[in-house]
């Protein structure tokens, strides 16, 4: 993949990974194509994500556009609408980001029809760039559950290290479930 240049490509809020793969920094202009994504593959994410019964409906996909929105705002890293040729396909961005630390938190979500394209793992990768580069991160973590063997392969896929299980971290409507805990740092530890 040709190096993007990330500083460039900010300022218009774009990421253009390659034809076929843009990311966009969510806006409210996604609110309606994003409910739409998100309604018609309602039963496939409810298998790992524990958000959607607090996403019946467009004005609460723009109360979460809106809170991340705020969340850039204040230098707590992007979220992005993630784009397959003119479709939204899904989102990636920061959870979280601890600056004294400087360690951000990686989460990504795709339509079902649009999985296993390789086009999370471009997304991603390009995200990493940008927590690297834009925000000077020294680690940056994603946390997956260890039986979501697709999410699992994005960070494997991408170098990082599975540092261990967060048992029964998340509640997955009413079930606990472990979640796997991975980082990349910016510079490799020595052995």
């Given amino acids: 993949m040709p190096a993007i240049d990330i500083g460039k490509c900010m300022e218009r809020y774009v990421l253009h990974i390659n034809k076929d793969v843009t990311l966009e920094l969510l806006s409210l202009n996604h609110r309606d194509e994003l409910f739409a994504l998100v309604d ?12 959607l019964d607090g996403n019946t409906s467009p004005a609460d996909t723009e109360k979460f556009i809106k809170a991340a929105t705020l969340q850039y705002e204040a230098g707590m ?9 003119s479709d939204l396909c899904g989102v990636c961005g920061f959870h979280e980001m601890d600056h004294n630390n400087r360690v951000g938190s990686i989460g990504y979500w795709i339509g079902q029809e649009y999985s296993g394209k390789g086009i ?6 390009t995200l990493i760039e940008v927590g690297f580069t834009q925000y000077k991160l020294n680690r940056i973590e994603i946390r997956c559950a260890v039986e979501n ?12 290290q599975l540092e261990g299980v967060l ?6 409507y009413g079930e606990f479930v472990d979640l796997a805990l991975y980082s990349l740092l910016a510079a490799p530890m020595s052995a």
């Fill in 120 to 125: 999370m793992t471009q997304s991603v990768k």
């Fill in 167 to 172: 048992r029964q971290k998340e509640n997955l």
């Fill in 40 to 51: 018609a593959n309602r039963e496939y994410l409810r298998a790992w994500l524990p958000w």
């Fill in 149 to 160: 063997h697709k999410s699992r392969a994005i960070p494997e896929r991408l170098g990082f």
């Fill in 77 to 85: 890293g992007p979220q992005y609408a993630i784009f397959h040729r």
